[in-house]
């Protein structure tokens, strides 16, 4: 099957612009998450959908940041205005179930890297 | 909040073992598990413990003490293909699929 893909796979842009991030989790996955990574530090998590429904989004940091998933398919990532704190590297991931062992495996995508300048 | 602590950094020689740590404190457990990402790239899962004991996976094993909220993940035969970050990650509970990432252990693999 095919896995997790991210539309683009690096994005540069300048302080205050709009950046739009895609994710297409893998087919038949109700579940689906975003992750970011900033400096090399922890992957922090940023909110899940189950399906169409955002299940849990209190990692999402400001309201600068707005996530859709539009049919419960793929989903999408806004930033705007972008700053500059806003750079690293944004996952995506998803997975079948939330329970048991197959809800902990999450697929991950290769990631989005986002520098704002 | 939650934090997991795991070393920053770990070498050894292609054909050792080595170990990598990771404790945690969250305000609940559903389950350990491990992830490894080559090259900053997509993570892969790699393993998952929800109970006490050892997970034996090819040459990969990793273990869980809930009791110690410390787990480890064991490397066997190290390739040098092993070179790569891994972290641990714990799910607070069932019902939140989400997990939460230590800052990740970067281990260097030498002939």
């Known amino acids: 099957e095919a896995g997790v893909t991210q539309f683009p796979s690096h994005s540069v842009i300048e302080k205050g612009q709009t950046v739009t991030l895609r994710c297409d989790p893998i087919?038949?996955?109700?579940?689906l998450y975003w992750y970011r990574r900033v400096m090399g530090k922890e992957i922090k998590f940023l909110l899940h959908f189950v399906k169409e429904s955002k299940q849990d989004e209190s990692g999402m940091p400001n309201n600068r940041f707005l996530a859709e998933r539009t049919g419960g398919t793929y989903s999408t990532l806004k930033v705007q205005p972008a700053e500059l704190e806003d750079s690293g590297v944004y996952f995506c991931a998803s997975s079948r179930s939330t329970g048991g062992t197959s809800g902990s495996e999450q697929y991950f995508g290769p990631g989005t890297r986002l520098t704002v300048t | 909040g939650q934090s997991l602590e795991q070393p920053s950094e770990v070498t050894a020689v292609e054909g050792a073992i080595v170990q990598i740590n990771c404790t945690y404190q969250t305000s609940g457990f559903y389950g350990l598990s491990w992830y490894q990402q080559h090259d900053g790239g997509a993570p892969t899962f790699l393993s998952y413990n929800a109970l006490d004991g050892l997970e034996e996976t090819g040459r990969f094993s990793s273990f869980l003490s809930r009791s110690d909220s410390y787990g480890y993940l064991l490397l066997q035969e190290l390739q040098m293909k092993d070179s790569a970050s891994y972290f641990c990650a714990v799910r607070i509970n069932t019902n939140a699929g989400k997990s939460t990432f230590g800052d990740g252990t970067t281990l260097t693999v030498k002939p």
């Open positions: 087919s038949g996955h109700d579940n």
